[in-house]
């Protein structure tokens, strides 16, 4: 038998499962490759679809250098951005001709002067991109699906445009490539239309190829001329034109950094933080896509902290999601209460919109109400929790409210939870669990290449 402990309010919570066709997903412990700034150079000496750094620019070039709001700290604290900064210099680009950005997209900018420091700041001109302020954009054109482009002003008017981020999994496909320009460095106005096509059969959770928000972000990143996207990997880093170094960035990932799974009858998960019922994002999305049609899913969120639902008028709840993301994108400098608060009513607007059926939010999302931002999460929720038979296990979501969200049963029992499910697959189920402390990355083995091994598939 597996077994696992999580920690709730009212005390353990223990897992367990049979050890008969189950298959754990833990994410893989890697080798390391280099230093941060050793993966950099070793990346730039051989970039992918474009040429040397050095060959690209010219002596006196404006260039703008933006940073996500994930790799702020390797780039400042690590020596990496003092390193791009030497070889712009060696290049002909003093100081004074670097603008960095901070490229957040509506995270907002908490913490961000003290994770990039004094040294690298003190070099360069430094900005922290507003999506909602219209006086900082520049308009560039419209995509082919249609999306009109607004980037920050320096991103427009620099001559030679780069950027340091990351590749991994996220809600609408993989990261990285040209998203450190949208939405990193883009209007509410780009971001926005784009978000909103999350509404298709081919946008979920590590969605790659065939992808039409990340085709969209491809299309903004070519009409904002970024020449040069270094993105950290897994254990590696990947540099060069986005279009070519992206999808080698995101292959490397896929094999060495995801856990290839069969489909599951019944699929398992718990996420780290075990507090909030909106800690199922992508988890739930990881499960869906694991999971056959005619599976089961037990969502197990301990959710101590949920607030009851207060019924109040939708429209207050889309308003609201609007002003806490403005505030969210207004956060500089030090992370306080201010910021958790924040954070805590977007998450309680979510969990208000969830109630609502697919079709009815998916009216929400398609006409942009509320914050496309945050409204956009919930749809890919929603449609995992109705697509799917799922048991949330909780000891602060009750019965009435989790059936609300369309869960098809909720119990704080997770024994009672795994009776349930057994009651549908059967007795002896082709079982996935994704468990903390170890949470992994799933993928479908047929994702990958077909030489993966029997071991391998698990």
């Not at 901070?102 to 994770?115: E, F, T, V, Y």
């Not at 607004?150 to 780069?162: E, I, L, Q, T, Y």
């Amino acid at each position: 038998m597996a077994t696992w402990t999580l920690e709730w309010q009212r005390g353990p919570q223990t897992i367990t499962l049979p050890d008969e066709h189950l298959r754990v997903v833990e994410r893989p412990e890697l080798p390391q490759l280099g230093t941060p700034v050793e993966l950099v150079d070793r990346a730039l000496a051989r970039p992918i679809g474009c040429p040397l750094l050095e060959e690209e620019l010219r002596p006196g070039d404006r260039v703008a250098l933006l940073v996500t709001d994930m790799q702020d700290r390797i780039l400042g604290q690590e020596g990496v951005g003092a390193y791009l900064l030497d070889r712009l210099n060696r290049a002909g680009v003093p100081d004074r001709h670097v603008t960095l950005v901070h490229a957040a997209g509506m995270h907002g900018h908490p913490l961000a002067r003290q994770k990039l420091g004094e040294a690298v700041l003190g070099r360069v001109n430094y900005v922290e991109h507003d999506p909602l302020d219209p006086r900082e954009h520049r308009f560039l054109g419209v995509t082919h699906l249609g999306t009109p482009v607004w980037v920050n002003r320096h991103v427009a008017d620099a001559d030679f445009v780069m950027g340091v981020g990351q590749c991994g999994p996220s809600l609408y496909g993989f990261q990285g490539g040209a998203g450190i320009i949208c939405p990193g460095v883009s209007a509410a106005d780009t971001i926005r239309p784009n978000h909103v096509r999350i509404v298709s059969d081919r946008t979920s959770w590590a969605w790659t190829r065939g992808n039409p928000m990340r085709d969209d972000v491809m299309d903004i990143g070519d009409l904002a001329r970024l020449r040069l996207k270094i993105d950290f990997t897994a254990n590696t880093v990947f540099a060069g034109y986005c279009r070519e170094e992206w999808p080698t960035a995101v292959q490397y990932f896929e094999r060495y950094a995801m856990v290839p799974v069969e489909p599951a009858d019944l699929y398992v998960f718990a996420p780290p933080n075990q507090r909030r019922l909106m800690s199922i994002y992508m988890q739930i999305e990881q499960a869906y896509e694991m999971t056959k049609p005619d599976g089961v899913i037990i969502a197990i969120i301990g959710a101590a902290e949920h607030r009851p639902l207060t019924g109040r008028p939708l429209e207050e709840t889309l308003a609201e999601f609007r002003y806490a993301t403005a505030q969210w994108c207004r956060a500089t400098g030090e992370v306080g209460p201010l910021n958790a608060y924040w954070h805590e009513r977007d998450e309680v607007c979510k969990t208000e919109l969830l109630t609502l059926s697919l079709e009815e939010i998916s009216r929400v999302v398609t006409r942009m109400l509320g914050e496309p931002r945050s409204t956009t999460h919930v749809w890919s929720h929603r449609r995992c929790i109705e697509g799917r038979h799922v048991i949330l296990v909780s000891e602060g979501v009750k019965l009435a409210e989790g059936l609300r969200m369309g869960f098809r049963a909720v119990t704080d029992s997770f024994d009672e939870a795994l009776r349930q499910a057994l009651a549908v697959t059967g007795p002896s189920p082709r079982i996935v669990a994704n468990m903390p402390p170890k949470n992994g990355a799933p993928i479908l083995w047929n994702a990958l290449t077909p030489a993966l091994s029997q071991r391998e598939r698990g």
